[in-house]
């Protein structure tokens, strides 16, 4: 697409990151194509995010089991994954720390949840290998180095215009619009949809490396946080000796803004230690909020991703959360483009989506307050860096001459760490400072483990139907997860024997319609005769036959529904209904359910 050229196709998707990426993919997955639009020529360097969630390679393996497989061995073993560490520095003992895959019990239990686990895989690692997956598949367009400039809706579609780096300019058409274009979305911008919610810090970050194996234990921790008089951040361990380091700044006009390069060079050896050599690749900087667009939809445009909503990096819920957008849509966006619906069935993306970002929002705001349980004893906290990071902005210090203000708010960030000056010391009052500090660490848990947000959120309006009797919470907490077919939650994870194999349920469920779940085939089979049409014509049915491989987890028990009864599952896995009726008692149930589900969406014959 160069000069004045122009292609169509039924979707148009503004940026190449995770969400985008995810949604060309599924979408190719229906045999629909679509033109993705990506302002950058190569895939990003710098590691903006790395936790990768089980349920997010789930997701993935929708597409192509054999790309979840690649994406999921590019994580170390996880063994390698699970020390977190308080420190001074590297070359200092250890404050306190955590060991997430210490309780046994819990880690079984975990891996049990899914074909999947959750991942330690840097941006840098997963955008190439998504990149490679999008370039070989043929249904989809992949526009790089292209700057959305203008789009607007006519009669037949959505027109795209497009700058190239070359300065040349040109269109594409499409039936829908997806803005998955970050934190600073020019489709968000140009709707005039608001971001609604709070800063909560400015963050800047480095990534280099260095061989540390001198002074960290084998396998080296994953997440470092740093108290010392010069810093105060986290460090992140990557694949082949890289690492990330971040901290807060409180105005731009900081060296750690203003001159990145004589910054680092002087803090990453007061981390790693002075005579361990490193090398910076690249740096960046961001602010941290938690922020929901005010909608996500306009029309024929959705957002997604970063562009509809944006968290603290306190909790990995942010690329995790997009990929489930993209789930979200594309099922819904299929349909439409299909035939199967009409254009009602996307208004159920905002209803279900919106409120299991606003959890995830508020789960990852509130481990970044916790932080402060440990580092108030340090007089240290993420609410006083808020208050100062608001009076930056704010007269009379925002009037300042930017030397002066950028040496104020340094000088301020050097006093607010003074008293780090005591962990290093050999006095009661420092020996009672770490005990403080560690007693502490054990609290922040949540923070690190969150198994019951990432298998266990739900829908809880939408496309399911809800039960009259008080709703279970999903996950047994934050930490823990207790699988259900309660309406709205993902189908829990269990193998089955299918054709002579053993699968994973979910597997079964069909990309185009209901799927019926059932243990008692033969019955269900006799009442379905009994069925609507409009029933028949919306499900299809596979059967939970256990394998030697299900042990306890049997579908039976899984399956919350008795050896008779019957789970309905949309084509995203999650449940839209259950019955624990005998089959021949349940059908008229079944036949409200359908009706009600497709009643406002279902395009006519």
Request: charged share 20%; net charge positive; glycine share 8%.
């Amino acid at each position: 697409m160069t000069g004045n050229g122009q292609q169509a196709a039924p979707v148009v998707i503004v940026g190449a990151g995770a969400t985008g990426c995810t949604l060309a993919l599924l979408l190719a997955g229906y045999g629909i194509r679509s033109i993705l639009l990506e302002r950058r020529t190569a895939a990003m360097r710098h590691p903006a995010a790395h936790v990768i969630n089980g349920r997010t390679l789930e997701i993935w393996s929708g597409y192509s089991h054999l790309m979840a497989q690649e994406i999921a061995a590019l994580c170390p073993p996880l063994e390698d994954i699970g020390d977190i560490r308080w420190c001074t520095s590297l070359a200092e003992p250890p404050l306190g720390g955590l060991n997430i895959l210490g309780d046994q019990k819990r880690v079984d239990e975990v891996l049990a949840h899914c074909h999947y686990h959750i991942s330690h895989i840097g941006q840098h690692q997963l955008m190439p290998a998504l990149w490679g997956w999008v370039e070989k598949e043929p249904l989809i367009s992949f526009v790089k180095g292209a700057n959305t400039l203008d789009f607007k809706a006519q009669s037949s579609g959505m027109t795209v215009k497009v700058e190239h780096q070359d300065g040349s300019t040109s269109s594409c058409e499409g039936d829908w619009l997806i803005g998955a274009d970050g934190a600073n979305s020019a489709v968000r911008e140009a709707l005039g949809i608001e971001m609604k919610g709070p800063v909560l810090a400015h963050m800047a970050s480095v990534f280099f490396r260095a061989k540390l194996d001198a002074i960290l234990p084998q396998p080296h921790p994953l997440l470092t946080w740093i108290y010392n008089p010069d810093f105060c951040g986290v460090l992140i361990k990557h694949a082949d000796d890289h690492y990330i380091l971040m901290g807060p700044f409180v105005c731009r006009e900081q060296q750690m803004v203003r001159d990145g390069q004589a910054f680092w060079a002087r803090v990453i050896p007061t981390v790693i230690g002075a005579q361990t050599p490193f090398e910076v690749e690249t740096q960046g900087n961001w602010s941290m909020t938690a922020q929901l667009a005010s909608r996500f939809r306009d029309g024929r445009v959705l957002l997604a991703g970063d562009a509809a909503h944006r968290f603290p990096h306190t909790g990995g819920f942010g690329l995790n959360s997009g990929v489930q957008d993209a789930h979200n849509i594309a099922w819904k966006l299929a349909a439409i483009i299909e035939g199967r619906a009409n254009d009602r069935l996307i208004d159920s993306y905002e209803v279900e989506r919106k409120s299991v970002i606003q959890l995830f929002a508020e789960q990852s705001v509130s481990n970044h307050f916790k932080l402060d349980e440990v580092t108030k004893h340090l007089n240290i906290s993420n609410k006083s860096l808020i208050a100062v990071t608001k009076a930056f902005q704010s007269a009379p210090i925002k009037w300042l001459p930017s030397g002066r203000k950028g040496a104020l708010a340094d000088a301020m960030m050097k006093l607010a760490f003074s008293k780090t000056k005591l962990l290093g010391r050999t006095t009661r009052q420092a020996r009672k400072l770490r005990e403080k500090i560690a007693a502490a660490i054990p609290g922040q848990l949540e923070h690190f483990v969150s198994t019951g947000l990432e298998f266990g959120y739900a829908y809880t309006s939408g496309l399911v139907i809800s039960e009259t009797s008080p709703q279970p919470r999903i996950g047994a907490g934050v930490v823990d997860y207790k699988p259900t077919t309660w309406p709205g939650a993902r189908l829990p994870h269990v193998m089955v024997r299918h054709e002579g194999q053993s699968r994973p349920l979910i597997d079964l469920v069909d990309k185009r319609k209901f799927t019926l779940i059932v243990h008692d085939t033969g019955a269900w089979t006799r009442a379905l005769n009994q069925c609507s049409d409009r029933t028949r014509q919306h499900l299809c049915m596979a059967e939970a036959q256990p394998c030697l491989s299900s042990g306890p987890r049997r579908p039976v028990v899984q399956l919350e529904v008795g050896q008779h009864g019957a789970v309905l599952v949309r084509p995203d896995g999650h449940v839209a209904w259950r019955t624990s009726k005998l089959a021949s008692a349940a059908i008229e149930d079944l036949d409200k359910a359908v009706a009600s589900l497709t009643s406002s969406y279902a395009a006519r014959a």
